[in-house]
């Protein structure tokens, strides 16, 4: 990860748990705050934000990096078991994708 991708996941990831915190945010209904206790760089575009909450339970949000386009920069959310199987079966659909297309590949090299 670049220095800039990476001073700006920082800088997101402490925005997030502003963001959170706040009393009047939709959803808040316990008053929550959170704390960035940690970053995980997971991958060269990818990083989990580990955050305690006031109630002293932990929260994850998956951060993910686009390079271009009008997406550019750091999404995220929170991420639950069932991103997890949707994403555990795209890791599988996308290994075969390329298994396809190092075939195809190869064979516009034949012709």
């Known amino acids: 990860m670049n220095k800039q991708i990476a001073i700006s996941l920082e800088a997101l990831a402490e925005k997030v748990a502003t963001m959170f915190s706040r ?8 008053g ?3 704390i960035l206790r940690r ?5 060269e ?6 955050y305690q909450k006031s109630t002293g339970k932990y929260a994850i949000v998956f ?9 550019a920069g750091w999404q995220y959310f ?14 599988d659909l996308l290994h075969k ?3 396809h297309n190092f075939k195809v590949s ?3 090299k034949v012709s």
């Open 23 to 30: 009393k009047d945010r939709a959803g808040n209904v316990n």
């Open 32 to 34: 929550e705050t959170f």
């Open 39 to 43: 970053i995980d760089v997971l991958s």
């Open 45 to 50: 575009d990818t990083a989990a934000g580990v």
């Open 63 to 71: 951060f993910y990096h686009i390079a271009r386009g009008r997406s």
């Open 78 to 91: 929170f991420p639950t078991y069932n991103h997890l199987t949707g994403l555990g079966k795209l890791q």
């Open 97 to 99: 994708c390329e298994q």
């Open 106 to 108: 190869n064979q516009e």
